[in-house]
């Protein structure tokens, strides 16, 4: 399968400091994508990343990409109370339409 | 900002009941999906629309499963018979010329009873 699997499970941190989540997948992909999930909430799309890409930015998030380890990693700098919510990565295969997700990471950031 | 709408956002079934839960996507995309994430599992994918056919599903999306555009606005997904187990929230999302870029609904939680 392809599926990203995201660690840590929870992340628990102070407002203002760094928040950095990771993320695994099995398969080759064509980009892999984060998603924030606020509690009982709908998915939102943050950021998403080219499987030629080695690095991007959007605001205080940077995302990753290593496709020689398969990995992500999603980097919230200077968080605030309102980043509070679970972040998925979510990839797709060559050909596919199917965006699979992780378990995500869930993330508290305390005032 | 243009965004994918749910309604309702709770419904209540009873088990073996017909369910129709509606979507209506963002008005200039082309790419519609259906997920479903059942309470404190991962987001699974059922389906994808484009040009009004079916472009994949997984195994989840059984016979008792079908999906509809009934006119230019509307993206509904009808479980006939709906078990205990369908029990989960229902995201729909769109996309706008390629699958890559998917926005998703707020959800529409079902609990089958």
């Known amino acids: 399968s392809q599926q990203g699997e995201e660690d840590p499970q929870a992340l628990s941190i102070q407002e203002g400091e760094n928040a950095t989540m990771n993320c695994s997948y099995k398969t080759s992909i064509n980009n892999l994508q984060w998603y924030r999930q606020n509690s009982g909430r709908g998915l939102v799309h943050l950021i998403l990343i080219r499987s030629n890409e080695r690095e991007k930015h959007s605001g205080r998030l940077r995302v990753t990409l290593d496709t020689s380890k398969k990995s992500s990693s999603l980097l919230i700098t200077a968080s605030r109370a309102a980043d509070t919510a679970s972040y998925f990565c979510?990839?797709?295969?060559?050909?596919?339409?199917?965006?699979?997700f992780g378990k995500g990471t869930k993330l508290s950031v305390i005032p | 900002e243009p965004e994918v709408t749910q309604t309702p956002s709770h419904q209540v079934t009873q088990m073996g009941q017909e369910v129709i839960l509606r979507c209506v996507p963002i008005s200039n995309h082309l790419y519609f999906y259906w997920y479903r994430q059942i309470l404190g599992q991962k987001v699974e994918f059922l389906v994808s629309?484009?040009?009004?056919?079916?472009?994949?599903k997984s195994e989840i999306f059984d016979d008792q499963f079908s999906v509809e555009r009934p006119d230019g606005s509307n993206f509904t997904l009808k479980i006939r018979s709906t078990k205990l187990e369908d029990s989960a929230m229902y995201f729909c999302?769109?996309?706008?010329?390629?699958?890559?870029?998917?926005?998703f609904g707020p959800g529409t939680r079902l609990t089958v009873t």
């Open positions: 629309f484009y040009n009004n056919e079916i472009s994949e």
């Open positions: 979510a990839t797709f295969g060559a050909g596919s339409y199917q965006l699979t």
């Open positions: 999302a769109s996309s706008e010329n390629s699958p890559y870029e998917q926005y």
